[in-house]
């Protein structure tokens, strides 16, 4: 018998027709014998239209107020679905997530777990009772309720399969697990049987929308197995586990992600002296921009002179450029330029680590396709460009092609989006 914990996303229960089909998918699995312990995101859009509610009765909710409105989208689901499941003749229980035991730190809005305690949800599983839980929600020593960020109940089921030592943690969408590329853009990409999780952090790091990071970064830690399907099918979906569990012969390249949230911020004709990366990447802390790639060169042109460029979110660019327009006479510039019509790509495979040629394979395809490189930056399995904006489609689809991604194992598959 296997303790398995199954996460239903928003689109997977977003009305009542929805949430009596996962009942039935619930009860199936029961009475295949397995014990189980599920987790549910709110219905549909819940969780927008709750902060939109929010937005017309205020312009600055209290963050503390804020999680009290938005745990209700969960506690909404777990509290149908349960009604599903028993409907059917299986006892379940509801449980919020502060009667399941999460404990978090007084973030609220993006609070962490700090420790799980699910003796009501472990007594329900001896008994033989689907305990079924408000995911995105925990409780904090204040006994106030808090949410995990967006996309957090990935990050509950996982939590809870780890603290419970659950065979598996299955993570419900509306598409048929990860692919190889976004099949919006790329029409052959096909779905990846396995990854191991630092690819997925990659990939989710890079823009791929697939699983909330700390759940990842959860499963990684606890080593818990993630099987990312289709609430829609029986299909088998992408396996996310330790690098030792997958298939033998796992591709080079796992799969490539696309961002077009950056924008590109480069500081030309700075004095080639030390310190002033320390001020410019000081300065941009403060405000509060997450920096992602950053380049520095000596300015060819222009002796003794160098030239610092970086790319950041949209939402982090005025701030940023205002911040290094004030340090002008500071860092004694001479230009400053701000582009958000920049897209990134990143190609993400652990077999990078033992295959030489990836990146003379990449740079090729995108030489071939006739698309300027601006930015390049490494990990030890991943490689990422900056290109321009429009080109960005292209460029995903000829590295596609270039390492053999597209092709076999093709599923007819409808990408509808994260499942969140
Ligand atoms: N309902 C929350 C959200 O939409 C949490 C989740 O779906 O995982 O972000
Ligand atoms: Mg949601």
Redesign the pocket.
């Known amino acids: 018998m296997s303790l398995i914990v199954q996460k239903y996303?928003?689109s997977s229960v977003s009305d009542a027709e929805a949430l009596k089909r996962v009942a039935a998918r619930v009860v199936a699995a029961k009475k295949a014998g397995n014990d189980l312990v599920v987790v549910v995101?709110?219905m549909g859009d819940?969780?927008?239209e709750l902060l939109d509610l929010a937005g017309q009765v205020t312009e600055k909710p209290p963050a503390r107020e804020m999680d009290i409105l938005?745990t209700a989208?969960?506690r909404v689901s777990m509290a149908l679905l349960s009604m599903a499941v028993n409907d059917l003749g299986v006892t379940a229980h509801a449980y919020t997530g502060q009667q399941a035991g999460l404990r978090t730190d007084n973030q609220y809005g993006k609070a962490s777990i700090v420790g799980i305690v699910p003796e009501r949800i472990a007594r329900d599983v001896k008994e033989g009772t689907v305990a079924i839980i408000a995911?995105?929600q925990g409780v904090n020593e204040l006994n106030d309720v808090t949410?995990?960020?967006?996309?957090?109940?990935?990050t509950t089921a996982v939590a809870l399969a780890a603290a419970m030592h659950a065979d598996v943690c299955e993570i419900y969408t509306d598409v048929d697990g990860l692919f190889s590329a976004d099949p919006r853009i790329v029409p052959t990409a096909r779905r990846v049987r396995s990854l191991d999780y630092e690819e997925t952090l990659e990939l989710a790091g890079q823009g791929a929308k697939i699983l909330?990071l700390r759940a990842v970064e959860f499963a990684r830690k606890y080593s818990v197995p993630l099987h990312v399907r289709s609430s829609y099918s029986e299909l088998e979906g992408t396996w996310i586990m330790n690098p030792d569990e997958r298939d033998m012969e796992s591709p080079i390249i796992t799969g490539i992600a696309h961002d077009r949230s950056q924008a590109k911020l480069s500081i030309l004709g700075v004095p080639d002296v030390p310190g002033k990366a320390a001020k410019v990447f000081g300065r941009v802390a403060e405000v509060g921009a997450n920096i992602d790639m950053i380049v520095q060169n000596i300015a060819a042109s222009d002796p003794g002179k160098t030239d610092i460029s970086f790319t950041l979110p949209h939402d982090s660019g005025p701030v940023a450029l205002a911040a290094i327009e004030d340090m002008k006479d500071e860092l004694q510039y001479r230009e400053v330029t701000y582009n958000e019509q920049i897209g990134k790509l990143s190609l993400i495979g652990a077999g990078m680590r033992s295959h030489p040629g990836v990146s003379a394979k990449l740079f090729g395809a995108l030489a071939a396709a006739g698309i300027n490189i601006e930015m390049i930056s490494t990990s030890e399995i991943r490689i990422s460009v900056v290109v321009n904006i429009e080109e960005l489609d292209k460029a995903v689809r000829a590295v596609h092609t270039a390492f053999d991604l597209d092709a076999e194992d093709t599923q007819a598959v409808v990408y509808g989006g994260t499942g969140?």
């Open positions: 996303g928003g995101s709110a819940t969780t927008d938005l989208g969960e995911g995105f949410t995990l960020g967006r996309g957090g109940s990935d909330h969140r």
